[in-house]
Structure formats: C-alpha cells, structure tokens
C-alpha cells in the first residue's frame, strides 16, 4: 500500500467506524441492492469503490454477486486517503476471497476470481486509466469533496459501464439542528449541486440515469452526549465552523431526552 498524507481523525478511528456507523451499512446495503438490480450481465467486471473507507460497500455489493453467481471473476479497487480504513478494506475484501462459491450458492458454475487493489489516493484524482471500470460506486464519501469530483468519477467509467452513488445532502442532521441550533454540524450541499454535475456528465457521455431519489435514513440516541460520542467514533464529526461557546454546549448537553441522528442521501444510477 501507498503512504500518503491522511486526515488524522480518519486515522485515528478507523478501528471504531463500523460499529459507531450503522447508517452508513443500512445505506451500503440499500445502494448494493440498486447495483445488483441493474447489473448488464457483465461477466467479468472492474469495480472501483470510491471512497470506500472499511468496505462496507464492497462487502454488500460483492457479497450478493457471490450469492447470486452472476460474476466470473471481478477486479476490486478500495481508493481513500485513509491507509488505515483500507487496510480494513483488504481484510474484508480477504473475506470475500476466502468464501467458496459453493457456500454461497447452489449453481454448478466455477467460484468467482477475485483479485483486489488497495489505492491510496484523493478521490479528485484516481490513478486510473481512462474508461478501465465497468462499475464506480461510492456510498457516504463525496460530500467530503465538492461536485467536481463527479467528473474524475465518469472519466474512469467504460462506455456502459455504471455510476452508482449514495450522497448525503442538505437536510441531513435535521433533529439536532432543530434542536441544538447553535451546535456546529457539517454543512452539507443541496441536492440540486450534485444533479447539476451528474447532468453534465450524462450529457457529455449520452448516458442514461437509471434511478435517481432522495431517501432519509435515522437512528435514535438516548441523548446528546451519546449521539456525539458516536460521531467522534465515525472519525468524521469536524466542522468548519466556530466553536459553540461553553455555556451553550453545557446547557445542551444537561438534555437527557432521546435524540435522532437523520440523514439525507441522494440515490443516483448513471449508465454511461
């Protein structure tokens, strides 16, 4: 694996992200089983995961194409700027190679080939070729980056070949913005910043947009000071806002009431 330079907290939590993100998984596998749906029948395949952090994705996405036999061997690349999320990558991904077809399935067909690539890089700018996968999907990752990005993205897609993309969006974190005003939370963009860039590949490539739709995903809290333990263990939770004075904080963490981490995600499939 490539060293490069991370973002500390990304380093630091890896360890604690996949229990502290149940979200993210519920996501993973809402967007594994839009991929599965609109599979080509493509054989043998080249997938990117964009931003791919632990492998939740993978994993989902991966793990029903085993089950349903529908590949013959799949090239796998993990891109994040986090080496240690990848090295979890990898181990999941060694999961996955470790699982006879047999196991999985009950069709006769040879086992899946797997071969995978842990990539350390900044999802701006890959070190792919070109149109070289058949399949670039990433779940809770570009609202990190602006909509640019989404160029970087089609440039290594195969003429029809599959974007697949779950972004979180303005609307996100509704409850604890309602509730705590003054707390200071990612900001993410609108929707409608995103669907611009997705048209403008569309347009430049003549793609077709499969699916498109928003969808609110939640998960409840016993209170303030446990939702925000929890996003410290995603590794995620900064801001660059001002900080909240100390008064205020105080005040909001005395509320003992239950509390709702929501977000927003934008679903988009794009066949170019």
């Given amino acids: 694996m490539m060293s490069c330079t991370v973002t500390p907290v990304f380093e630091q939590f890896a360890n604690s992200y996949d229990a502290a993100t149940p979200i993210q998984s519920q996501v993973a596998e809402h967007l594994a089983q839009l991929i599965v749906r609109y599979h080509t029948g493509v054989t043998d395949i080249c997938v990117v995961d964009v931003g791919c952090g632990t492998g939740k994705l993978t994993q989902a996405v991966m793990s029903k194409f ?8 799949a090239q796998l690349y993990g891109v994040d700027t986090a080496a240690s999320m990848l090295a979890i990558w990898q181990q999941r991904v060694a999961h996955l190679l470790s699982m006879p077809l047999s196991s999985t399935s009950s069709s006769p067909t040879s086992p899946m080939t797997l071969h995978s690539q842990a990539l350390c890089a900044n999802m701006a700018d890959m070190a792919l070729a070109n149109q070289s996968a058949d399949l670039v999907m990433s779940s809770f990752a ?14 290594i897609v195969k003429t029809k070949g599959q974007l697949h993309l779950a972004i979180p969006v303005a609307g996100s974190f509704h409850e604890v913005r309602q509730r705590f005003p003054k707390l200071p939370v990612f900001d993410f963009l609108p929707s409608h910043a995103w669907l611009a860039a997705i048209e403008t590949l569309q347009q430049q490539r003549q793609g077709t947009l499969m699916y498109q739709a928003e969808q609110s995903f939640a998960v409840s809290y016993d209170n303030l000071k446990s939702l925000l333990k929890n996003l410290k263990q995603m590794g995620g939770a900064v801001s660059g806002k001002d900080s ?7 005040r909001y963490l005395q509320d003992q009431s239950p509390i709702g981490l929501d977000y927003q995600l934008l679903m988009i499939g794009l066949q170019l």
């Fill in 142 to 155: 570009l609202h990190w980056t602006s909509p640019s990005v989404i160029a970087e993205l089609g440039r």
């Fill in 244 to 250: 909240i004075d100390t008064a205020t904080f105080r």
């Fill in 66 to 73: 085993l089950q349903n036999a529908a590949l013959a061997s």
